[in-house]
């Protein structure tokens, strides 16, 4: 089944469930945005309570990417984008934003880096990805999500059956630190290392795959919530202009204050 471009073809509800993840996300840097560069002790403790749910939504952003990939015919370029745009956002948070007094927002390895090298990925693995029964896909994601997903701490474990410690001599340089190993004063406002959520990627394409093979339920091509389905379509511009319309309102507000 194609997945059309045009709102009529649309499959709605995966707009509405990644704007559900995209407005989780604007809240959530807000209160930090709030709480640190503002001082607001409330928008702190709100960070603070949220922090333990962050990983899902953001979790359920990069799986529903992974079944977006199954019905776009253009993921190079989809992915260039991103890439290009990533590489933006490192160049002004780490050298634009320090230069002007803006200090730990630095962004090295983003969200929006992970997604372009995922869909790059994708694009070269489609064809045989194809051929590999669906669930089989996600089970073997799921496994290899455990078994990567303690990394950053130099081990790969799958519970009592398997442990192996990394040579510590990987994490005395940041330079694999897209692959979640690097040093432990390394730090960054956003950083989503390839593993172990690749796996979270890639469990979404199965998904994508299932369901371009057997058809989209009908009810998922209805549009219910116009506001979430609006954010879903329009996520990465979204992402690029949030942060900067959240710092100005708090701004100004700062200011009234």
Known sequence: MEYGHSLKNRIHFIDEIRGFAVLCMIIY????????????????????????????????????????????????????????????????????????????????????????????????????????MPFAG???????????SGIESGTLSYGELISLTLPQSLYETDILMPLGIHTKDFAAADYFPLFPQIFIFFSGVFAGIY???????????????????????????????HMPVIYAVGYAIYVII
């Open 29 to 132: 840097h807000g209160f930090y945005l709030f709480g640190t560069f503002f001082e607001s002790e409330t928008a702190m403790r709100l960070f603070e309570f949220f922090m333990p749910v962050q990983p899902i939504f953001a979790g359920v952003f990069i799986f529903i990417c992974g079944i977006s990939c199954t019905f776009s015919k253009s993921n190079v370029r989809r992915g260039l984008v991103l890439l290009c745009i990533a590489l933006c956002m490192t160049l002004v948070t780490t050298l634009i934003m320090p230069a002007a007094g803006f200090t730990g927002c630095e962004i090295y390895f983003g969200i929006l880096h992970f997604l372009a090298v995922s869909v790059l990925l994708y694009s070269v693995l489609s064809k045989p990805l194809f051929g590999i």
């Open 138 to 148: 996600i089970i073997v994601c799921a496994v290899l999500y455990a078994f990567t």
């Open 211 to 241: 369901l371009s093979q057997k058809g989209y339920p009908d009810w998922s091509k209805t549009k219910r919530i116009g506001f979430l389905s609006f954010l879903g379509r329009n996520a990465l511009l979204i992402y690029v202009v």
